[in-house]
Nanobody, 124 residues
């Protein structure tokens, strides 16, 4: 069974940085599409960034150029480095995983397994 545990969320001022981590277990991590998604109250869940098993990353329009997704297959860990944070980045951030073909590993694709989330608050 896939298990995902996020960490690293917190409160930061606008312009600051945070690094989220997601530790995975229960499956062959290196074979999976992994991603970060976020949701704030009253809004739909948004795809932030995904990375496929070849290390190719794709980003949502609102974070491209500010956030960087990466993965350490040896440590079964997914990361999201968030720089130049804005108040509109405030949300619950979720790690997700799925065994899907590379061509559907996209921020718009609904991955199958999810963590419980870690909160990020950016103040102005």
């Amino acid at each position: 069974q896939v298990q995902l545990v996020e960490s690293g969320g917190g409160s930061v001022q606008a312009g600051g940085s945070l690094r989220l981590s997601c530790t995975a277990s229960g499956y062959t991590y290196s074979h999976y599409c992994m991603g970060w998604f976020r949701q704030s109250p009253g809004k739909e869940r948004e795809g932030v960034a995904v990375i496929d098993n070849d290390g190719s990353a794709k980003y949502g329009d609102s974070v491209r150029g500010r956030f960087t997704i990466s993965r350490d297959n040896a440590e079964n860990t997914l990361y999201l480095q968030m720089n130049s944070l804005k108040p509109e980045d405030t949300a619950m951030y979720y790690c997700a995983a799925d065994s899907v073909p590379i061509w559907v590993c996209l921020p718009s694709y609904e991955l199958a397994s999810w963590g419980r989330g870690t909160p990020v608050t950016v103040s102005s």
